[in-house]
């Protein structure tokens, strides 16, 4: 297991504003483990009582709506931390996150963050950004949600898909492949409608689908619908 102070990982989150002597204090009370593919890392209303940093994977974090089906609400990937929001407000988890494949974990416990949270300002700063970034981007949806049609947040999805997980080098196919219910709760809609357009996408030939994989062909008619 890498230590803290050792780890690249950090500067993809707050951890980069720590010192080499908080990072060390973390590295000595942090846990390392492993999540499987479509395992539940917490599940909504869970006290988590410290903070995740996902050292490789992705996960999707859902929310239970009031049908009692999971309504994606965020991808996650590596880099990321996970947690911040609740541990700051002293609140449950809201969210359930669920690993989209197999992912590396670790564990920080409160009481580490907290005290770093409350002696070290570029560190709490950083915190705050990044729950403020967060809410930004929770109200972007909700507006496009809103104005956005069908066929326009799919394109916004298709291509935050490619942003989050990349493409593969040899297929060219994006790296994050969903379920189609998966996709469709990004989206907004029922998984029919969802498979219908993806379905008019690639007899336009702006996508390819082979299985679960789709291939991004003509990004710049995504982007204009995603505008």
């Known amino acids: 297991m890498s230590r803290c102070e050792q780890c690249m990982i950090r500067e993809f989150n707050s951890l980069k504003a720590l010192s080499r002597e908080e990072l060390q204090n973390i590295s000595e009370t942090k846990t390392h483990f492993i999540v499987k593919k479509g395992d539940v890392l917490f599940n909504e209303g869970d006290n988590l009582n410290g903070v995740f940093c996902i050292k490789d994977g992705y996960c999707k ?9 999971d309504t994606v609400i965020k991808l996650v990937k590596k880099g990321e931390l996970l947690g911040q929001r609740s541990l700051i407000n002293e ?8 690993a989209l494949e197999d992912m590396n974990v670790c564990f920080i416990p409160k009481r580490e963050i907290l005290e770093n949270f409350t002696d070290n300002n570029k560190f709490s700063l950083l915190v705050t950004r ?4 967060h809410l930004k981007d929770a109200d972007k949806d909700i507006a496009n ?31 994050l492949q969903l379920s189609r219910e998966d996709l469709a709760s990004m989206v907004g809609t029922a998984t029919e409608s969802c498979i219908r357009l993806l379905s ?12 679960k994989k789709i291939f991004l062909l003509d990004k710049e008619v995504l982007r204009n619908l995603a505008i």
């Open 145 to 175: 949600h809103t104005h956005k049609t069908v066929k326009e947040r799919l394109a916004i999805v298709l291509l935050k898909l490619e942003e989050i997980g990349g493409t593969d080098p040899q297929t060219n196919s994006l790296n």
């Open 91 to 98: 609140e449950n988890s809201n969210l359930t996150a669920t």
């Open 130 to 133: 990044d729950i403020c970034t």
């Open 61 to 69: 974090l859902t929310k239970l709506n009031s049908n009692g089906k």
């Open 200 to 211: 008019e996408l690639k007899k336009d030939k702006v996508i390819a689908i082979s299985g």
